[in-house]
């Protein structure tokens, strides 16, 4: 059965495709020299900004100057002239964002070509067009575009009742037309069950208020179960009385499209290793969890999970192997998990996770999360079996707790943080809840270890000094005692500020600051004021008193400061005996002025604790 004239103007006229229709122009020889537009839909007149008076009769290069479009499309013309058949085509114009996928077809000495710009999202998607066009070779066009683009066309007259589709609509439903079933009961039965609803409404909509149809919905194939991408669009023809009496559309299948964007969206909130959901995503999950706690008066909780020296396992095994363990542990951390909980990856070796519901107790909610965190913990250590064989490895946890909207993602995320980063301060597959001394404590530590450095460099700390004296109670000399005015957080105290030097791997650039300044300061300060043999004694900590660099580096100081040797005196805390005896009578030796004569001062125990 062929298909009514007026089926085929009107997808003429409303086809979202870009339609030409050119007339081929020969050389002397015979060749193929350019092409002379007869006719284009408004589509094309539409993306060309011209109207069809403008452009009906130019050549192609008078209609896109500087574009050298022969040179560019005359080997597809060529092609199809030469085989008869139709040919695919897609190439992207010079200097532009535009690439052009069309369908060019022979058709005696003319040729048309159907298609779009796919340079954005390679589909079919516009606003229906209306233009009449002349019958021969339009009607012969339109035809192989129908069959081309995966448009179905089909007709519904309200008054008869009736629904017409064109044989394409039955391809892309998947039904025989001769099945003995009517287009609508194809169309019911085809739909998505989970969308028909809705297309149902859409259509209801177009036919009381007389405006376009528009509507996308899912339909299952009869013939493979498939699941396809519909966009259904249709003008509305009305009686005098502006009633609804007829609709002429397309359905236009878009399944690649879709599933292209739904591939994006994948990969916009799905991480392409482990396939959990990425940080964006978990961001939002953090959202939704706040929210659905608010509600339900019930707390929830967000785990932030990261694995202790995962670098050293990429280094030592390759990244391969360190990716394969990152996707069994995603695989883990999933089993332990169930809707509406969530675990995604955050990002590297660090590890996401939201319980929802705890409790509306506080402390109970605190036990079940710890509870929670423990099995994680625990469930981590258990061997991993790797195609290089058994791995284990541990993680550190930071679980912090919300009931309410009065904190932002990004707070839960840093308190989270914050506490996954004591947990690491305590040593490996160790797990802390958040409160907010801990907050305070850590993020003033890590302010500590931050500025410790440059106000070493930058001399902004202080020496104060304790005087020291003899049997018979004269002041003999002073003991230095460093000092750091912080300045957001004021004096620290000396055996914190130590600590955070020994920690952070910064007491060896601490000590020899430390030792230049006492020297500096004896020789400019104390030597014109005080007696003779005026001694300054420093304290040095044992990871500075057992650098195998550490008796160079004080002589060096000495040497520089000009201070002769026996007036500076070492005092060693207790924490120097941990080593062995061996290596403490070693150092010792270096230090002692009767045993080594490479450096000339006291030493000195200082058993203070």
């Avoid at 998607?125 to 089909?154: F, Y």
């Avoid at 396809?228 to 299948?253: L, S």
Wanted: charged share 30%.
């Amino acid at each position: 059965m062929s298909v009514p004239l007026p089926i085929l103007i009107a997808l003429y006229e409303q086809a979202p495709l870009e339609v030409h229709v050119w007339k081929l122009r020969y050389g002397d020889r015979g060749q193929i020299v350019g092409w002379t537009l007869v006719h284009a839909n408004s589509r094309a007149l539409e993306a060309w900004g011209r109207s069809l008076d403008q452009v009906v009769g130019k050549s192609n290069e008078e209609l896109f100057p500087g574009s050298d479009s022969t040179k560019l499309f005359l080997p597809i013309v060529e092609r199809i002239v030469s085989t008869g058949e139709p040919y695919e085509w897609e190439e992207g114009i010079p200097d532009t964002y535009q690439i052009l996928r069309m369908t060019s077809i022979p058709v005696d000495d003319h040729f048309i070509s159907c298609g779009m710009d796919v340079g954005t999202y390679r589909s079919v998607e516009a606003q229906l067009s209306s233009k009449s066009v002349a019958l021969d070779h339009s009607m012969r066009c339109l035809k192989i575009a129908t069959e081309s683009a995966q448009i179905g066309i089909w007709e519904y007259d309200l008054d008869k009742g009736t629904l017409i589709w064109d044989k394409s609509m039955y391809s892309i439903y998947g039904v025989e037309p001769m099945d003995g079933q009517l287009p609508y009961e194809v169309w019911r039965s085809g739909v998505h069950p989970d969308d028909i609803d809705e297309a149902m409404r859409d259509l209801k909509i177009a036919v009381e208020t007389s405006r376009m149809f528009k509507s996308d919905f899912r339909i299952v194939r009869k013939d493979t179960s498939e699941v396809r991408y519909i966009a259904a669009q249709a003008v509305v023809e009305k009686d005098r009385r502006r009633k609804t009496t007829r609709m002429i559309g397309v359905n236009i299948d878009r399944t690649e499209r879709r599933q292209a964007e739904l591939k994006v969206e994948h990969l916009a909130y799905f991480d392409t290793l482990t396939d959990l959901p990425n940080r964006s995503s978990i961001e939002l999950s953090i959202t939704r969890a706040i929210d659905r706690s608010e509600r339900s008066g019930k707390s929830g909780a967000l785990i932030l999970v990261d694995l202790d020296n995962f670098k050293q396992v990429n280094d030592s095994v390759g990244h391969k192997l360190g990716d394969e363990l990152l996707v069994v542990l995603s695989q883990r951390l999933e089993s332990l998990v169930s809707r509406p909980d969530t675990v995604g990856r955050f990002g590297g070796d660090e590890f996401a996770l939201i319980l929802n519901g705890l409790d509306d107790n506080p402390a109970v909610a605190i036990e079940t999360a710890e509870k929670f965190g423990a099995m994680v913990r625990d469930r981590i250590r258990e061997p991993m079996q790797l195609t290089a064989g058994k791995f284990l490895t541990s993680a550190s946890l930071g679980i912090t707790l919300f009931q309410d909207s009065t904190l932002e993602p990004s707070d839960l995320l840093r308190q989270a943080e914050l506490a996954m980063y004591q947990a690491k301060a305590l040593g490996r597959g160790t797990m802390q809840i958040f409160d907010v001394k801990l907050g305070r404590d850590f993020i003033q530590r890590v302010a500590l270890e931050r500025d410790l450095g440059p106000a070493i460099e930058n001399n902004e700390l202080e020496l104060h000094y304790q005087p020291q004296f003899d049997a018979e109670g004269r002041v003999r000399g002073v003991e230095a005692l460093v000092r750091f005015n912080h300045p957001d957080y004021g004096p620290i105290p000396p055996e914190k500020l130590i600590r955070v030097a020994e920690e952070s791997g910064q007491i060896r650039a601490l000590g020899l600051w430390v030792v230049r300044t006492a020297l500096q300061d004896l020789r400019m300060r104390f030597d014109p004021v005080a007696e003779d043999r005026f001694r300054i004694s420093v304290n040095v900590s044992a990871l500075q008193f057992y650098d195998p660099d550490f008796t160079e580096k004080l002589k060096s100081e000495v040497d520089s400061s000009g201070v002769d040797a026996s007036r500076l005196t070492i005092e060693l805390t207790e924490s120097a005996l941990n080593a062995s005896e061996s290596e403490f009578q070693r150092k010792w030796c270096l230090c002692r002025p009767w045993e080594c004569s490479s450096l000339w001062m006291t030493s000195a125990l200082d058993t203070r604790v």
